[in-house]
């Protein structure tokens, strides 16, 4: 399996931001943008392995300004990293403001996804080549994200023998 470069699982994605997509403090919904990046982030994964993927995590997202309905949101993304079978994706999201041309970066994500062979079984993914200086510094640094998500895995499900399923007050079914 060959390796491939950052630059071949790139996605680039602009929208508008519209009333309908603003919460009550009329800035872009932290749900829907939390959706896009997915969305662009699986592209980013597909482009890299050329098989089915699925979203084994997401990191974090870190809203770093509000987006506003003056602004055009754009959404870059890209495989930084890879496993044996999984990968990290690194999103990042620039606010522009459309009448001043002023452009932040407004949030940053990082997800993993899994890449799948027909029978849903994690299958091989090629590794990465990064070229420039922040390729190069997210692929040298997702080790320490990588094992900082295997400890946060291994956390969550032994919380998980705590949890319940039934909801106080309603008979289950």
Same mark, same amino acid.
């Given at each position: 399996?060959?390796? #491939?470069?950052?630059?071949?699982?790139?996605?680039?994605?602009? /929208?508008?931001?519209?009333? =309908?997509?603003? /919460?009550?403090?009329?800035?872009?919904?932290?749900?829907?943008?939390?959706?896009?990046?997915?969305?662009?982030?699986?592209? !980013?994964?597909?482009?890299?392995?050329?098989?089915?993927?699925?979203?084994?995590?997401?990191?974090?997202?870190?809203?770093?300004?509000?987006?506003?309905?003056?602004?055009?949101?754009?959404?870059?993304?890209?495989?930084?990293?890879?496993? !044996? =079978?999984?990968?990290?994706?690194?999103?990042?999201?620039?606010?522009?403001?459309?009448?001043?041309?002023?452009? $932040?970066?407004?949030?940053?994500?990082?997800?993993?996804?899994?890449?799948?062979?027909?029978? #849903?079984?994690?299958?091989?993914?090629?590794?990465?080549?990064?070229?420039?200086?922040?390729?190069?510094?997210?692929?040298?640094?997702?080790?320490?994200?990588?094992?900082?998500?295997?400890?946060?895995?291994?956390?969550? $499900?032994?919380? =998980?023998?705590?949890?319940?399923?039934?909801?106080?007050?309603?008979?289950?079914?």
């Amino acid at each position: 399996m060959n390796a #491939k470069y950052c630059r071949e699982s790139r996605v680039v994605r602009t /929208n508008r931001v519209f009333q =309908s997509d603003v /919460n009550s403090h009329n800035t872009l919904f932290g749900g829907r943008l939390m959706s896009d990046i997915d969305q662009v982030a699986s592209i !980013s994964a597909l482009r890299h392995c050329r098989t089915n993927c699925v979203t084994a995590s997401t990191d974090s997202v870190d809203f770093l300004f509000p987006i506003q309905t003056t602004d055009a949101v754009c959404y870059e993304s890209y495989v930084t990293w890879a496993g !044996s =079978s999984s990968i990290e994706i690194f999103v990042k999201v620039i606010a522009e403001n459309l009448k001043s041309g002023e452009r $932040k970066i407004a949030a940053t994500a990082f997800l993993t996804f899994v890449g799948v062979d027909e029978n #849903k079984r994690p299958a091989r993914v090629p590794e990465v080549i990064p070229e420039t200086e922040e390729e190069r510094t997210l692929n040298e640094t997702a080790p320490d994200r990588a094992r900082i998500r295997k400890e946060k895995k291994e956390k969550s $499900k032994a919380w =998980s023998k705590f949890y319940t399923t039934a909801i106080p007050g309603i008979d289950s079914v």
